[in-house]
């Protein structure tokens, strides 16, 4: 099914994207982007894929007024601090959103985006690979059902060598990125993690270095969810070339492994002797499974109540960061 889209920014990752929208049927009929390079860059990788060329309307508001009618979508990749204000102008103009991680910057406009979208009736799909993975979905609903007994301990870890991989990009700006590493390639492991315990944190704590940046570098947190289970994070930023990452879920029935990305998934139960990875279809995109939201061919895997939870959690990690690690009651949590 072709899908009439506007893309709302155009750089890297943008482009990253662009295979598989061009060949799963995005007809991209406009691009929004300020930066004339980025914009080149976007129409000869669209050339290469044999798209046609779309033209800039590099001010949304102006694209929105001249040719909303004409869109089904829009696939927003901009900095953190506009997806807020775009995502809700797009919804508004009628447009379904897919919208790159994270969602927000914090929960109050994470509920400002649900809103709109219930105001709207608009479908607002957040593009976190773990979010969207049918490995985390899956393991998800099992933790759901209790079939893996009561949820204990969660750990998850991210490294990766971002502070170098990052430094005199916008993503190590606070006003623009609303945090570092933490909230750019440590936002995978807080979605994936709020994700499979389909619950909010009642309680965090959180220490953060900055080592000698303007955002959070390394981070450690821990937290206690509603239901009384522990969970803790950590997240090294300024580490070697490459990423590394785990996340483990421990129930009183059995052991989840998997990824930050819901790249894998290993499952062992209670008298098993080792883990197995179950069947299940790869995830190719983001673009892909929020063309199945549209079509109504399943729920959508990553919604704003996800990025809600996770909102609440880095609110509550900010503010407990900047108490040298005091507890902080969560907004769901309550005092």
């Known amino acids: 099914m072709t899908t009439k889209v506007a893309l709302i920014g155009a750089g890297g990752m943008a482009r990253h994207h662009l295979p598989l929208m061009i060949e799963t049927g995005a007809d991209i009929r406009v691009v929004c982007e300020p930066s004339s390079n980025n914009y080149e860059l976007a129409l000869a990788r669209l050339e290469e894929l044999g798209a046609p060329p779309p033209p800039n309307e590099p001010v949304l508001a102006e694209l929105l007024d001249k040719r909303a009618a004409e869109l089904d979508a829009a696939f927003i990749i901009t900095p953190h601090n506009l997806h807020h204000d775009h995502a809700k102008m797009c919804m508004e103009a009628g447009l379904d959103v897919l919208l790159e991680k994270p969602m927000v910057l914090n929960a109050a406009e994470a509920m400002s985006l649900m809103e709109t979208r219930d105001r709207s009736g608009r479908h607002l799909v957040v593009a976190f690979q773990g979010g969207l993975s049918p490995q985390i979905r899956h393991a998800a609903a099992l933790i759901a059902a209790g079939e893996l007994g009561e949820l204990q301990t969660v750990t998850g870890m991210v490294w990766q060598g971002w502070k170098g991989a990052t430094e005199g990009s916008w993503r190590q700006v606070p006003e623009i990125a609303g945090g570092g590493f933490l909230f750019d390639s440590g936002a995978h492991m807080m979605n994936t993690v ?108 990553c919604p704003p109540e996800v990025g809600l939870r996770m909102a609440r959690l880095w609110d509550a990690i900010v503010e407990s960061a900047s108490q040298g690690g005091q507890p902080v009651q969560t907004i769901a949590g309550g005092s």
């Open 194 to 301: 709020c994700t499979l315990v389909g619950e909010d944190f009642a309680s965090v704590a959180a220490w953060t270095d900055n080592r000698g940046t303007a955002v959070d570098i390394n981070g450690v947190v821990m937290g206690r969810l509603q239901s009384g289970a522990l969970v803790t994070l950590n997240g090294c930023g300024d580490c070697i070339p490459g990423l590394e990452n785990e996340i483990f879920v421990n129930l009183t029935s059995g052991v989840i492994r998997t990824g930050i990305y819901g790249e894998r998934l290993f499952i062992r139960r209670a008298g098993e002797a080792e883990a197995t990875a179950p069947e299940l279809p790869a995830m190719r995109g983001a673009w892909q499974q929020f063309t199945q939201v549209r079509a109504g061919e399943i729920e959508n895997p």
